[in-house]
């Protein structure tokens, strides 16, 4: 009775390269989610102090700003334009 249970480990074929490479990646891309989501638990506070620092300079905040000066003109246009149809 012995002689008819097989308690060998079942033989498995060697990975392929693509598995291979699937598997890295997968490993590669959940280490990239962990740093993610460190970098959102544990902000680092010197660049978020350098940005505040950059905002509250004026020269900083005007080259932020666009002109929405000629946007205006351009719908004020298309305005008038239209009701010229009508």
């Excluded at 060697?14 to 990646?25: D, H, M, N, Q, V």
């Excluded at 962990?34 to 620092?53: R, Y």
């Amino acid at each position: 009775m012995s002689a008819e249970l097989d308690l060998s480990p079942p033989e498995v074929p060697e990975p392929t390269l693509l598995e291979s490479l699937l598997r890295y990646g997968l490993f590669l891309g959940a280490i990239f989610q962990l740093i993610c989501i460190l970098a959102v638990i544990f902000p680092t506070s010197k660049s978020h102090e350098q940005e505040e620092l950059e905002f509250s300079d004026g020269k900083t905040a005007e080259h932020m700003k666009k002109p929405k000066g000629p946007a205006a003109q351009i719908r004020q246009k298309t305005k008038k334009e239209s009701k010229k149809k009508r």
